[in-house]
């Protein structure tokens, strides 16, 4: 098995090194594992591509190079430049230092990654792990993502695949506990944190100027029942099918209505 790795987090990133000892897990001792990993910290781009620059690629040790781009990047230049021609049987993009539950699925170049792997028709699967009170300050805030990684990924990759014009990837998500207080898996959907987003919060520097950053909103917000953050914070694993078709297919027919 060749296993294509990427994240968003950089090439030097602790999640990365467990997606490592995951994916070597899975693909076994005849198995290969590739890493492609930005250069530098990407978190929040989402699904974005270099369209307009070109990127640098520096080979690190074998089997192991850092981009100067997005985990999507990543994943186009693992399949069409370094893999160029040969197989890849699986993507994983992670694992994320933080949650990508909920409507964080929108920002998360996490999620793009494997979004990118599914649009090159390889099964893809996105993991972060869901930091709390009970495991951020652990020596290995991964634990939970190492403990119960490879067995997630297993149960995936045995599943039939689901036909259609955009392939399936999955986002997986570990609960913020340590490893023996997981309580299991469970398939959920995209949840929505109530009254939660992000927001701007100014500042001045030194010199007088003002500077906006980015603020997140309160990751401890229950989500309904069935939701992935909802089950996160109930102690486990969830398991989210996704597709990149954007079309609320809910809304067609009323809308077909009202167009006539």
């Given at each position: 098995?060749?296993i294509?790795?990427?994240?968003?987090d950089?090439?030097?990133?602790?999640?990365?090194a467990?997606?490592?000892?995951?994916?070597?897990e899975i693909?076994?001792p005849?198995?290969?594992?590739?890493?492609v990993?930005?250069?530098?910290?990407q978190s929040?781009?989402?699904?974005?591509?270099?369209?307009?620059?070109p990127?640098?690629v520096?080979?690190?040790a074998?089997?192991?190079y850092?981009?100067?781009?997005?985990?999507?990047d990543?994943?186009?230049?693992?399949?069409?430049d370094i893999?160029r021609?040969q197989?890849i049987?699986?993507?994983?993009?992670g694992?994320?230092r933080?949650?990508n539950s909920?409507?964080?699925?929108?920002?998360?170049g996490t999620?793009g990654?494997?979004m990118?792997g599914?649009?090159q028709?390889?099964p893809?699967?996105?993991l972060s792990?869901y930091?709390?009170?009970e495991?951020i300050?652990e020596?290995?805030?991964?634990?939970?993502?190492?403990?119960?990684?490879a067995?997630?990924?297993?149960?995936?990759?045995?599943?039939p695949?689901?036909?259609?014009p955009?392939?399936?990837?999955?986002n997986?998500?570990?609960p913020?506990?340590?490893?023996a207080?997981?309580?299991?898996?469970?398939?959920?959907?995209?949840?929505r944190?109530?009254e939660t987003?992000?927001?701007?919060?100014?500042?001045?520097?030194?010199?007088?100027?003002?500077?906006?950053?980015?603020?997140?909103?309160d990751?401890r917000r229950?989500?309904?029942?069935?939701s992935?953050?909802q089950?996160?914070?109930e102690g486990?694993?969830?398991?989210?099918p996704?597709r990149?078709d954007l079309?609320?297919?809910d809304?067609?027919t009323?809308?077909?209505?009202?167009?006539?």
């Amino acid at each position: 098995m060749r296993i294509l790795l990427t994240n968003d987090d950089g090439i030097n990133a602790p999640g990365l090194a467990a997606l490592e000892e995951i994916a070597a897990e899975i693909a076994g001792p005849g198995g290969e594992v590739w890493t492609v990993a930005p250069a530098f910290e990407q978190s929040g781009v989402g699904h974005c591509i270099s369209y307009t620059r070109p990127m640098m690629v520096s080979e690190l040790a074998p089997r192991r190079y850092a981009a100067e781009g997005s985990p999507a990047d990543c994943v186009l230049v693992g399949v069409h430049d370094i893999l160029r021609g040969q197989d890849i049987d699986l993507v994983l993009s992670g694992v994320n230092r933080g949650n990508n539950s909920a409507e964080n699925v929108l920002y998360s170049g996490t999620l793009g990654g494997a979004m990118e792997g599914a649009l090159q028709d390889i099964p893809s699967i996105a993991l972060s792990q869901y930091l709390g009170p009970e495991n951020i300050h652990e020596p290995d805030m991964f634990e939970a993502a190492r403990a119960h990684g490879a067995d997630t990924i297993r149960r995936l990759m045995d599943l039939p695949r689901s036909d259609g014009p955009y392939r399936l990837f999955w986002n997986v998500n570990f609960p913020p506990v340590p490893a023996a207080k997981v309580k299991g898996i469970r398939a959920t959907v995209q949840g929505r944190r109530p009254e939660t987003g992000f927001s701007v919060e100014p500042q001045l520097s030194p010199a007088g100027r003002r500077f906006l950053w980015i603020r997140g909103g309160d990751q401890r917000r229950a989500t309904a029942p069935g939701s992935d953050a909802q089950a996160n914070l109930e102690g486990y694993v969830s398991v989210t099918p996704m597709r990149a078709d954007l079309t609320a297919h809910d809304a067609l027919t009323d809308l077909e209505a009202a167009l006539g």
